[in-house]
């Protein structure tokens, strides 16, 4: 292939890579009406409240489709980042994808609005929503479409809700029965729209990406025939019979969504009659399996039931304690010996004797404390026994003792080196998780219960911890002990991997502590690459497994368990969807003079931010630590968003005067109040003249300031001018590198050494400043690196 065009496509590549998503996720209309219980056995009569659901329809369907649009950009940017790291294919097999990924989500991005707003303009008609939701009469029958036969369909008599424009030929569409009175209930009505959101979410990237036979064909003459774009820098010819790659798309959409809907109208109908519903249920919102245990308050999630601390403590591993490293030379006898002299004497703490002998291999439990409280040597066996006591540091009375004994030869493979390396790569793992306990909100000390108002949350984990725990100390998990999951159990040998990373060091010496950052790193790696790249599958689910981390985010609505907070944000919509409920809401912010909006705007920003984390958990890696990190700080940021929405959506002291707005005055003066308190804190904290309505008056202020400064972040996070300035000097060194290779190449033939100097400065230069423009194109997107 010509150089010129290599370095050309090489370049290109490299500017995919910079794609990131634009997500944009709409919640459900928060306000639904609650139908009237309805007589025993009615007759199958027309809704009464029918007039409303084309209005339910249209609104949900746009909102679904606005986020099954986002959903698939940020898929296919992961599949970007994927093949550009894959180096097992070929450079035109690798261009090939990279082109047809980027060809659907320009489409796509610079679409989406127009898509939103005539979708039928790109293959995308909801026939069965349509005829659900406007027709009061429609007929029913079998449709054939692509081969295939559809059966039990429901459509109507004119254009917008039959599929006679869809379909071949008239002969594909045969009526069995001739306009029925459509009977759907309100609650059918709504678990179908429900149904027909979750099943698009899922399934629209497939539309235009179902496998490598989407993508035409491409030959090395293609690449001769890249084209400029203003828009997407460069791209190949459209395929065969197609005028442009939009027109390509449009066709695999249409075809592929129309065997959609026929899917969803044959599939729901037959639920329909299979399982009539009942009337007095609320609407569904997704298969959420919400806690049986604990109060709860009208309207709201159900209180967790409080995490057993002596319960916990019995889950615990009995660690082997492990000898600091300068003492590990010496024979057990003479260890146990000092050990015992010293714990003996009288007023000594013997937590710090033990703290100066022993440690534990106890990488990610922070909230257990391990104490050498005894070293014998036993009478029978003469092995050495210790008494360890398990300490809980959240309550210090719960404690349990448990015995461990050891011998010399066991202890002699271990040297000073792999003691001071395992024990430097503990003390490391605990400040990498305590940062990620902090970011999911239980703190250091791994407190539960703090997550008091986000049960899900709280119960994915608890049960990824667990999980992890047993990997890493190479324990059977057993499916049995949750209901909602699977795990694979193939053999686990976390121990020994890790013990034959230690054996490599075995007789290095480490200096400084500086020494041992590169394989207490290797460690830290391998710790986390060990629960990154467990997978579980999701009982009574067809979808694949996910990845361990993924149970924190789970942005799979259809799946049957409560995990994940995408479930969390489900069960908050619930709560929030209650009309009674929101009315109270509504009422609060009208008597705080702010907008409802606020609410809405918030709760998309967490779910978007909920969808990057669940594709940032399965994101490949070489960096595990940095990977770790990373999303430590997305869950951090998706907990605080989470913790203002909840607090915006609590009734607070100022319930009884909420029916009517307060006066401007007064809001002035409690926003006086509240700055002079902002800046007297301690004054405050002193006074006893702020009553409750005046304290939740500045907790909301502060709620509200909380949130503005939260969605001014979020714009930060996109930059035009960097994105501008990247492009500029992209094409600056782009240029200029041409212009050096262009005379260096023709000095050759005059062997000019000051010219050639010159070109090879220039040429350095020129690669320098084209790195630092590709680097500011994918800041420009990002606003930042994770």
Not at 654 to 673: G, I, M, V
Request: hydrophobic content about 30%; overall charge negative; glycine content about 2%.
């Amino acid at each position: 292939m010509n150089k010129k065009i290599k370095k050309t496509l090489s370049i290109f590549s490299l500017s995919l890579i910079s794609i990131t998503p634009t997500l944009t996720i709409l919640s459900a209309d928060p306000e639904p009406s609650t139908p009237p219980a309805p007589q025993p056995q009615p007759p199958k009569v027309v809704s009464p409240v029918f007039d409303t659901f084309d209005n339910i329809a249209s609104t949900e369907f746009k909102q679904a489709l606005r986020a099954a649009i986002s959903s698939t950009v940020d898929k296919l940017n992961s599949e970007i980042n994927k093949i550009s790291q894959d180096q097992s294919i070929s450079f035109e097999e690798r261009f090939r994808k990279l082109h047809y990924f980027a060809r659907i989500i320009h489409f796509l991005q610079t679409n989406t609005d127009q898509i939103i707003s005539n979708p039928e303009q790109f293959g995308i008609n909801a026939v069965f929503l349509k005829a659900l939701s406007k027709n009061r009469k429609n007929n029913r029958g079998t449709i054939t479409y692509d081969g295939e036969d559809f059966s039990n369909i429901i459509f109507g008599t004119n254009s917008e809700t039959n599929y006679d424009n869809l379909v071949d030929k008239k002969e594909d569409i045969k009526i069995e029965e001739n306009q029925q009175d459509n009977t759907v209930s309100k609650e059918e009505f709504t678990q179908n729209v429900d149904d027909y959101k979750n099943n698009l979410l899922n399934k629209f990237a497939s539309f235009l990406y179902d496998s490598d036979e989407d993508i035409p064909p491409m030959s090395k003459e293609d690449l001769k025939t890249l084209q400029s774009t203003q828009d997407n820098g460069f791209t190949l010819k459209p395929p065969k019979d197609f005028t442009s790659w939009d027109d390509y798309l449009k066709s695999i959409l249409k075809k592929r969504y129309t065997k959609f809907d026929l899917e969803q109208n044959k599939n729901q109908q037959k639920e329909e009659e299979q399982q009539p519903p009942q009337e007095n249920t609320p609407p569904s919102l997704g298969p959420i399996a919400p806690p049986v245990n604990g109060e709860s308050e009208p309207g709201l999630p159900p209180k967790p039931t409080p995490v057993n601390p002596l319960e916990l403590s019995t889950k615990v591993p009995d660690l082997l304690p492990e000898i600091k490293s300068q003492f590990i030379g010496l024979p057990l006898e003479d260890i146990q010996k000092s050990f015992t002299n010293e714990a003996n004497r009288e007023g000594v703490e013997i937590e710090k004797v033990s703290d100066k002998y022993f440690f534990f291999n106890n990488p990610i439990n922070t909230r257990h404390r391990y104490i050498v409280t005894k070293l014998e040597r036993g009478q029978a066996t003469g092995e050495f026994v210790f008494t360890v006591q398990l300490k809980d540091n959240l309550h210090p009375n719960i404690t349990r003792n448990y015995t461990k004994s050891t011998n010399n030869n066991e202890q002699a493979n271990k040297t000073e080196s792999t003691q001071k390396l395992l024990e430097q790569y503990v003390l490391s793992a605990n400040q990498l998780f305590k940062k990620f306990y902090n970011s999911v909100g239980i703190g250091e000390n791994m407190d539960y219960d703090k997550l008091k108002n986000s049960p899900v949350f709280q119960n994915s984990i608890y049960v990824l911890l667990d999980i992890a725990t047993k990997i890493i100390n190479d324990e059977q998990i057993s499916n049995k002990e949750n209901t909602s999951l699977e795990v694979d159990n193939k053999e686990v040998k976390f121990l020994e991997k890790q013990n034959q990373i230690l054996e490599n060091y075995k007789n290095t010496d480490f200096d400084s502590d500086s020494s041992l950052q590169t394989p207490v790193n290797q460690l830290l790696n391998y710790l986390i690459s060990a629960l990154k790249n467990q997978q579980v599958q999701l009982k009574n689910s067809n979808q694949t497994p996910v990845h361990l981390f993924q149970l924190l985010t789970l942005a799979n609505k259809s799946s049957q368990t409560s995990l994940g907070f995408y479930n969390e944000l489900l069960f908050t919509q619930f709560a929030t969807k209650s009309k009674e409920r929101f009315e109270d809401i509504k009422k609060k912010f009208y008597y705080y003079h702010q907008n409802i909006s606020i609410l809405e705007n918030l709760f998309i920003k967490i779910q978007k931010d909920v969808f990057i984390a669940n594709n940032f958990a399965s994101q490949k890696t070489f960096n595990y630590i940095n990977w770790f990190n990373g999303f430590s700080n997305l869950l951090e940021k998706i907990t605080k968003e989470y913790d203002i929405f909840t607090k915006l959506t609590t009734i607070d002291s100022n319930a009884s005067k909420y029916a009517t707005p307060s006066s401007t005055e007064a809001q002035l003066q409690a926003d006086e109040k509240t700055n002079q308190t902002d800046q007297n804190p301690s004054e405050n904290k002193e006074s006893s003249n702020i009553n409750d309505e005046d304290q939740d008056t500045k907790n909301f202020k502060t709620q509200v300031e909380d949130y503005y400064q939260i969605m001014k972040e979020a714009q930060k996070t996109k930059s035009p001018s960097m994105y501008i300035i990247g492009i500029l000097m992209s094409l600056l060194g782009f240029i200029s590198l041409g212009f050096a290779s262009f005379f260096k190449f023709f000095n050759k033939f005059t062997k000019n050494k000051t010219i050639s100097k010159s070109m090879v400065i220039l040429i350095i230069f020129s690669v320098a400043i084209l790195a630092l423009g590709v680097l500011l194109i994918a800041l420009g997107f990002t606003g930042g690196l994770i």
